[in-house]
């Protein structure tokens, strides 16, 4: 088993563990938070597990990431009389982590989170950093705080489970991270052929979630360095909220490639690296999908939390290898960009 140590402060340290039997890791449970897919799949095991303790299960899906969803999850915490000193595992993928992790921050002012991520999303990206929210208002992850996990328990085992789709949704926040790391780059580029390779992502979670965690440690929140971990995300965001048929992963990848296009005409950057960026995320992709108008997804882009009051959006564009830079664009002209690259991709 290896672990690694998030050290934010002394009231905030999280410990992320790597192991083959993730529910005998997790220790004690006082209730357990899952969705009704992981609950008909594992309920047993997990009912083993935590013999006594509540399961909570929402209906499965972004689309149910609703305060309607959090406080139905409160209520069933308040009438399972759970206490200060209790604990809220949470059992999931990045929605259950991303609420689950909300209602134990709200309850009681905070009671103690462990995530136990099942997907490779989750795992190499949601359930690592303490960010919880859900989407409001037509807003992705407009209601959240910023709150640690006591623990992240990563069982690789579980990722067998999960469909294609799944995959290549945890792929677009891995090639996120190699985007902004060296040596994850160097990876991913020599080993193109193995993308859709189980067994070749999953011996790269640990690297994944070390550079992720690095990145926690050194600005927990977000006030400066922690913002390269946005890339892609302000693009992907806006397409997403249009109501698109892909996984929030695969528009992270969307958004990696228009993002380095934005950085070939507003930035000084590589040409051999954004044209190894483009490719690499083509190839996760499989192919560039079809996207709602550009336009549509600016007008909701108004609303990302990353923008300014100046009437900009604010990008993290990729420049080098490992290198990214922010780019403040006036929504006008961030339309433009859109619908151009739009027209030279798709």
Known sequence: MNSIEINLNREENTQIIFCEDALA???????????????????????????????????AGEVHKTAETLFSLLSAMAEARLLRGDRLVCFGGGVVCDLGGLAAALYMRGIECVCVPTTLLAQVDAAVGGKTAVDFAGVKNLIGVIRQPARVVIDVGFLNTLPDREIRCGLGEMVKHAALNKELFDIFIKNKDKLHDLAFLSGLVPKNVAFKAGIVRRDAQEQGLRKCLNLGHTTAHAFELCGGELSHGEYVLVGLLFEAELATSRATYSRDYIAQLKELALCALGGMPPLPAAGTAVKLARMDKKNHADGCVVVTAPVRKGEYTLLKIPFVEYEWELARIQGELC
Request: proline share 6%; no cysteine; net charge negative.
């Open 25 to 59: 890791e997790v220790g004690h449970a006082s209730m357990v938070f899952t969705d009704e897919n992981l609950n008909r799949l594992y309920g047993e095991k997990i009912r083993a597990a935590f013999a006594g303790a509540p399961v909570y299960a929402m209906p």
